[in-house]
């Protein structure tokens, strides 16, 4: 008794075959955004989130006129004793 068999495995080896391309594909753009994100360094926005020292803020203050000199040397005497 002889049994043919055509050595087709039908659908489930088509869809198996498409998800595991799909996976490839999808795991491949995953590895080279990664890559690049990471070449270009830290984001703009993680060094500007830390907060100016006060003596920044009191240099500011005086550079836009908002205290007088006398002001903006106490204050400024006060800041570094605190350091």
């Known amino acids: 008794m002889m ?31 990664a890559l690049v994100r990471n070449h270009r360094g830290p984001a703009p926005h993680d060094q500007a989130s830390s907060p100016p020292d006060a003596l920044h803020i009191l240099d500011e203050r005086f550079a836009k006129g908002e205290i007088d000199e006398s002001e903006y040397r106490d204050r400024r005497k006060v800041l570094q004793r605190q350091k």
Do not use: R
């Open 3 to 33: 049994h043919y068999w055509d050595g087709s495995w039908g659908w489930g080896a088509w869809l198996l075959m498409s998800l595991a391309m799909v996976a490839f594909w999808g795991a491949l753009a995953w590895i080279i955004v």
